[in-house]
């Protein structure tokens, strides 16, 4: 008896640790792509950190927070069109929030940096980090919040 117990624990952590069970990030190659040296020769030691490796800018320091004009913000490392002014509003976080990006320019991935899950916001031609997305956005339009690190961005007035 203790010999079948024994082999059906081991049959159910083999099958509890199988290649199901364990992630193997494929990279995704993308349109542009560059070495860290050439993005760091492009970008400043502050967009490097954030664009490149993930990080985040200090909540309420983006000359974009109060941005009001017309226009679209663009991906401050390839010049991709990200998100347009009037999807922009005032989230109250501390960053240029949107409640949606312009469509097939950002990818969606799972981050979890903080030791839990949540929806990170990639350039979908460059790769680079721009935020996350949040499920606390506006109720009338998408309900969803994407938190922009305003260091990623460049913003490109509508011309008339």
């Known amino acids: 008896m203790k010999k079948i117990v024994v082999l059906v624990f081991v049959l159910l952590f083999l099958n509890c640790s199988s290649t199901a069970q364990t992630s193997s ?6 349109k542009i792509e560059k070495t860290d040296e050439e993005w760091k020769k492009q970008l400043t030691p502050l967009e ?24 679209t913000y663009v991906c401050k490392a390839c010049n991709t069109p990200l998100y347009k002014s009037i999807h922009k509003y005032n989230s109250g976080s501390g960053w240029p929030s949107f409640d949606r990006a312009i469509k097939n320019n950002v990818e969606l991935d799972i981050d979890y940096k903080i030791g839990y899950a949540r929806t990170e916001l990639k350039c979908n031609t460059c790769g680079s980090h721009l ?3 949040f ?3 506006p109720i009338k339009t998408t309900g969803k919040r994407h ?3 305003g260091v990623a961005l460049k913003f490109v007035p509508e011309t008339k």
């Open 48 to 71: 490097y950190n954030v664009l490149r490796e993930a990080s985040t800018e200090r909540a309420f320091t983006s000359e974009f927070n109060k941005n009001k004009a017309k226009g």
């Open 147 to 149: 938190c922009i690190n």
């Open 135 to 137: 499920n606390d956005g």
């Open 25 to 30: 990030e494929e990279k995704k190659t993308y």
């Open 131 to 133: 935020g996350h997305a």
